[in-house]
């Protein structure tokens, strides 16, 4: 049989363009399986960095903690503290207290101690008028207070009311709303005063007054040769005369 057009050499031409387009794909075969060898050594890089971080951030919260109760219970253990009203405590009503009192957390009513000292630290918060010796505050106080000795606010204290005392101390930064009243201090505390600042003019005075009582002394021993020779030249002013 034979075919009209067509060549017996036509055949092999077309099966070669197929061959080549079965050959080329080979190609891409042979990178992939290279690409798959690399990708695993950059997934294993992040994984040392997530294994490193946590220890770094885990080191400093330890020993910041571990001071804050260390300080707070030597203050306790030493007596320095009678009182204390933790972070998360809420005490309402009439709170009578003596020696010290610390605030770290909210005290609502009326706080009253006649010759004790409040402290209200950074967190702390008073709702209450107050009445004590001393009054140091480094946190928020809404009330009226009134110190017999003396009223320090902290760079962090804030304080909404009216305030009485014959001492007052206030840090750069600290936020006071309300009036000022400058009392006198108590007759006990005024007569220490004074006794301290008069017991030095006191001493001077005494080694002033005795200081000239040496010179008046030396001043009377030479005095009587003077009038020795006085009697002495009495006889020749009489022979003078005679003659």
Do not use: W, Y
């Not at 031409?13 to 190609?27: S, V």
């Not at 003596?98 to 006649?114: E, F, I, P, T």
């Not at 008046?216 to 020779?229: H, I």
């Amino acid at each position: 049989m034979l075919r009209m057009g067509r060549s017996n050499k036509s055949e092999p031409a077309e099966q070669e363009p197929a061959a080549r387009q079965a050959q080329t794909p080979i190609t891409p075969q042979n990178a992939n399986p290279n690409a798959t060898h690399t990708a695993p050594t950059a997934q294993s890089v992040p994984s040392t960095a997530h294994t490193a971080s946590p220890t770094f951030a885990a080191t400093p919260t330890q020993p910041r903690a571990v001071s804050e109760t260390d300080a707070l219970a030597r203050d306790l253990k030493d007596g320095l503290i009678g009182g204390f009203v933790g972070v998360h405590s809420i005490v309402s009503g009439e709170t009578n207290f003596k020696g010290m009192l610390r605030v770290d957390g909210r005290v609502s009513g009326h706080v009253r101690s006649q010759d004790g000292t409040l402290i209200v630290s950074a967190g702390g918060q008073v709702d209450a008028d107050i009445e004590v010796a001393v009054a140091r505050v480094n946190g928020t106080i809404n009330g009226d207070i009134r110190a017999s000795g003396r009223i320090e606010f902290g760079r962090t204290a804030r304080v909404n009311g009216n305030i009485q005392t014959p001492a007052l101390v206030i840090e750069q930064g600290a936020i006071f709303e309300g009036s000022c009243r400058m009392t006198a201090q108590p007759a006990g505390q005024a007569q220490a005063a004074q006794q301290s600042k008069q017991a030095p003019p006191h001493a001077e005075m005494t080694t002033r007054s005795s200081a000239p009582v040496t010179p008046s002394n030396k001043e009377s021993k030479p005095v009587p040769p003077p009038v020795a020779r006085a009697t002495s030249q009495a006889p020749s002013d009489r022979h003078a005369n005679s003659a």
